[in-house]
């Protein structure tokens, strides 16, 4: 079956804009987690959404960062007043509730801020 | 964050030897798991382990689950070219939070 999608692969932008980044999660996966991988680093933490409970949202690193999942199914993360230092790939993975560790990953968006 | 430490961070090997790294934590965890990234690409699971002293295999591949719950190594026997790339332990704690912590990772290169 299909994997983890997102959306754009690349995205370019100026200092200050704002950027939505998109995810369609595995069909039947019901958590859906956002990750940020800067340049030569692991990943780290964003957002955490599970089923109809409240997300944990405890790896956003600033106000500047959002993220809401509808339906259950797809999620946007959005990053206002984006800064060069947000520049880094965002990864989306999804997961069964049950194996919640066994998180499988999309290809990620290369967002670059200018 | 909390991070994991992974080791070595870079390996250079020639074609045909086996490979061993490994990550370590100061706190426990219930599930350890490695990956595989690639350029350009997300990271691939590879082996999940959930008990401690738990030895798993994947083709090539033998993982194991420390027995303090704080450590796990990855073995790759008899390497091959299509085994570059970065390897990622990650650690995850069963409850509320589903986040995985990482380890910075192995880059592995492979000489024919």
């Known amino acids: 079956g299909a994997g983890v999608s997102q959306s754009p692969s690349n995205k370019v932008t100026e200092k200050g804009k704002d950027v939505e980044l998109r995810c369609d999660p595995i069909?039947?996966?019901?958590?859906l987690y956002w990750y940020r991988q800067s340049l030569g680093q692991g990943l780290e933490f964003l957002i955490y959404?599970?089923?109809?409970?409240?997300?944990?949202k405890s790896g956003l690193p600033s106000d500047r960062f959002s993220a809401e999942r509808t339906g259950g199914s797809v999620s946007t993360l959005t990053i206002q007043r984006t800064q060069q230092e947000d520049s880094a790939v965002y990864l989306c993975a999804s997961s069964f509730r049950r194996r919640g560790g066994e998180q499988y990953f999309g290809p990620g968006t290369r967002l670059t801020v200018t | 964050g909390q991070q994991l430490n992974q080791s070595p961070q870079s390996m250079f090997i020639q074609e045909g030897e086996d490979v061993s790294m490994n990550c370590t934590s100061s706190?426990?965890?219930?599930?350890w798991l490695w990956y595989k990234q690639d350029p350009g690409e997300g990271p691939v699971l590879l082996i999940a382990l959930y008990k401690a002293g738990e030895l798993t295999s994947n083709g090539r591949l033998t993982a194991q689950f420390g027995i303090t719950r704080k450590d796990s190594f990855l073995n790759i026997s008899a390497s091959i070219p299509s085994d570059v790339g970065i390897y990622f332990c990650?650690?995850?704690?069963?409850?509320?939070?589903?986040?995985?912590?990482f380890g910075q990772g192995t880059t592995l290169q492979v000489k024919p």
């Open positions: 069909s039947g996966h019901t958590a």
């Open positions: 706190s426990i965890f219930n599930t």
């Open positions: 990650a650690g995850h704690r069963s409850g509320n939070t589903g986040k995985l912590i």
């Open positions: 959404f599970q089923g109809n409970s409240a997300p944990d």
